[in-house]
């Protein structure tokens, strides 16, 4: 599913329960700087709890069991009054499941913790979720990219694309939170939610037993948040909003004297003070600060480094830490390298897949194909494209992408054409989709299942 579907399908589902006035109207207030104190009434409404059971059956983890093993099939009640009274009943004295730990290995070999709690306790997350969500979204900065509604990772490779290209900022502070999920100051971040104006005490004491649900095989967290929690991605933001607004005050949204109708004109004023140009992009714990010349970005580098120890006690990785000069080297981020390269008197943006997301791409292909080889159902196909489909849709705003995506097919076509040797049909059906992306190109088509598979 399409982020744009997601959020067609989040927009019927509101309007169904008629929930999309209370989330409205509960954003406006956070707008005018309201003091929320009695958010658990909207949380334990009837309306609000069938949404969030219907959000969570939509969900594809729904299926993950958590320490009980049990996932939205065994979570089925009769009716909804029995389902609005087990919500009211857990939440009335509430005590957390135990979370589920499950080590992700990632590319360079170590592993990343991830905690699932139980399904009956992601449906609590999810009633207090819908409520948060609007009242925070009025108080993040405008660009803050990472886990939001009608923002993604193409919205934050664009403001990295326009600030090199049009506002010609060269110099960019690569910025890595050394194991942010799991160093999160749970009064800290308890803190920032009173200083958005969620003043619910009974909902703050739920949220700070959330935080300290114990971890099987762990015990009781003193700080962190689970990653794999529904509540850890809105979490995480309220913990870093601190941060973008205390970079974002000292150029980009200065108050200047006069209001000035266009930005230019602003900017054109702060160019007369003595402040330091830079501006922040950011997407969860990855962020990148782009500045004019090296000194500003040395001074934001080292600030920022001592910012996040002192008012939040977070250290930076310093390897993946650094200051990139953009017409030199390529900088990373979410997957792509980023680059300014000469055209005529101009410069213009030079973008390709990172080295490690390549790899990634092709060891996640060659599994699927291994598994094909295995056991081919026409299924297994679908996801096979499906997955082939999903890699070009986000890579593709990358400039220079074909020329990754040819050496990335040199490799995984040899693997396709051997390993579905005999599994391969003469002819078979081509997808609409299919058609749309490959029906121009003249090369051989390998069916599997009947089925077209993509390359």
Same mark, same amino acid.
């Given at each position: 599913?399409?982020?744009?579907?997601?959020?067609?399908?989040?927009?019927?589902?509101?309007?169904?329960?008629?929930?999309?006035?209370?989330?409205?109207?509960?954003?406006?207030?956070?707008?005018?700087?309201?003091?929320?104190?009695?958010?658990?009434?909207?949380?334990?409404?009837?309306?609000?709890? +069938?949404?969030?059971?219907?959000?969570?059956?939509?969900?594809?983890?729904?299926?993950?069991?958590?320490?009980? #093993?049990?996932?939205?099939?065994?979570?089925?009640? +009769?009716?909804?009054?029995?389902?609005?009274? &087990?919500?009211?009943?857990?939440?009335?004295? &509430?005590?957390? =499941?135990?979370? %589920?730990?499950?080590?992700?290995?990632?590319?360079?070999?170590?592993?990343?913790?991830?905690? !699932?709690?139980?399904?009956?306790?992601? @449906?609590?997350?999810?009633?207090?979720?819908?409520?948060?969500?609007?009242?925070?979204?009025?108080?993040?900065?405008?660009?803050?990219?990472?886990?939001?509604?009608?923002?993604?990772?193409?919205?934050?490779?664009?403001?990295?694309?326009?600030?090199?290209? %049009?506002?010609?900022?060269?110099?960019?502070?690569?910025?890595?939170?050394?194991?942010?999920?799991?160093?999160?100051?749970?009064?800290?971040?308890?803190?920032?939610?009173?200083?958005?104006?969620? %003043?619910?005490?009974?909902?703050?004491?739920?949220?700070?037993?959330?935080? *300290?649900? $114990?971890?099987?095989?762990?015990?009781?967290?003193?700080?962190?948040? $689970?990653?794999?929690? !529904?509540?850890?991605?809105?979490?995480? #933001?309220?913990?870093? #909003?601190?941060?973008?607004?205390?970079?974002?005050?000292?150029?980009?949204?200065?108050?200047?004297?006069?209001?000035?109708?266009?930005?230019?004109?602003?900017?054109?004023?702060?160019?007369?003070?003595?402040?330091?140009?830079?501006?922040?992009?950011?997407?969860?714990?990855?962020?990148?600060?782009?500045?004019?010349?090296?000194?500003?970005?040395?001074?934001?580098?080292?600030?920022?480094?001592?910012?996040?120890?002192?008012?939040?006690?977070?250290?930076?990785?310093?390897?993946?830490?650094?200051?990139?000069?953009?017409?030199?080297?390529?900088?990373?981020?979410?997957?792509? %390298?980023?680059?300014?390269?000469?055209?005529?008197?101009?410069?213009?943006?030079?973008?390709?897949?990172?080295?490690?997301? *390549?790899?990634?791409?092709?060891?996640?292909?060659?599994?699927?194909?291994?598994?094909?080889?295995?056991?081919?159902?026409?299924?297994?196909?679908?996801?096979?494209?499906?997955?082939?489909?999903?890699?070009?849709?986000? &890579?593709?705003?990358?400039?220079?992408?074909? @020329?990754?995506?040819?050496?990335?097919? =040199?490799?995984?076509?040899?693997?396709? &054409?051997?390993?579905?040797?005999?599994?391969?049909?003469?002819?078979? @059906?081509?997808?609409?989709?299919?058609?749309?992306?490959?029906?121009?190109?003249?090369?051989?088509?390998?069916?599997?299942?009947?089925?077209?598979?993509?390359?």
């Amino acid at each position: 599913m399409t982020s744009l579907m997601r959020k067609k399908q989040k927009l019927r589902n509101n309007e169904y329960y008629d929930t999309q006035h209370i989330f409205d109207d509960l954003y406006q207030k956070s707008k005018n700087n309201y003091k929320f104190k009695c958010l658990m009434q909207i949380i334990t409404d009837k309306q609000n709890i +069938e949404l969030a059971y219907r959000n969570i059956k939509k969900s594809t983890g729904s299926k993950t069991g958590g320490v009980n #093993n049990k996932s939205i099939e065994d979570l089925k009640i +009769e009716n909804n009054y029995d389902l609005v009274e &087990y919500v009211n009943k857990r939440l009335s004295n &509430y005590s957390p =499941h135990k979370v %589920r730990r499950v080590e992700i290995p990632k590319p360079n070999g170590k592993t990343r913790p991830l905690g !699932i709690p139980t399904i009956e306790d992601r @449906l609590l997350q999810q009633c207090i979720l819908q409520v948060l969500e609007p009242i925070c979204e009025a108080k993040f900065h405008k660009h803050n990219y990472g886990f939001r509604p009608n923002r993604g990772t193409h919205h934050a490779l664009a403001r990295c694309h326009y600030f090199i290209h %049009r506002t010609k900022l060269y110099y960019a502070v690569d910025i890595d939170i050394k194991g942010f999920f799991d160093n999160v100051n749970h009064g800290k971040l308890l803190k920032q939610m009173w200083s958005l104006g969620i %003043r619910d005490k009974k909902l703050i004491c739920i949220i700070s037993k959330m935080l *300290k649900a $114990p971890i099987a095989g762990v015990g009781i967290p003193s700080k962190g948040t $689970p990653q794999g929690g !529904i509540l850890s991605p809105l979490l995480s #933001n309220i913990v870093l #909003n601190e941060l973008d607004w205390w970079l974002s005050n000292q150029w980009e949204s200065f108050e200047t004297k006069r209001n000035y109708a266009f930005d230019s004109g602003k900017v054109g004023a702060l160019k007369k003070t003595k402040l330091k140009e830079f501006y922040l992009v950011r997407y969860a714990d990855d962020f990148k600060i782009f500045c004019r010349n090296y000194n500003t970005a040395r001074k934001i580098f080292i600030a920022t480094k001592m910012w996040l120890k002192d008012r939040l006690s977070l250290e930076i990785s310093e390897e993946k830490s650094k200051i990139v000069n953009l017409r030199k080297n390529y900088s990373e981020f979410l997957g792509i %390298r980023i680059k300014a390269r000469d055209k005529g008197k101009n410069k213009v943006v030079k973008s390709r897949i990172s080295d490690k997301a *390549k790899i990634k791409i092709i060891t996640t292909l060659k599994a699927k194909l291994t598994k094909l080889q295995k056991n081919a159902k026409r299924n297994d196909v679908v996801t096979y494209n499906a997955t082939v489909l999903g890699m070009h849709n986000y &890579y593709k705003v990358a400039t220079h992408v074909s @020329l990754d995506f040819i050496k990335i097919a =040199h490799i995984l076509n040899q693997s396709l &054409y051997n390993r579905t040797r005999n599994i391969r049909n003469k002819n078979g @059906l081509k997808s609409k989709t299919y058609e749309y992306f490959y029906g121009h190109y003249n090369f051989k088509v390998i069916y599997i299942h009947k089925t077209a598979s993509f390359q």
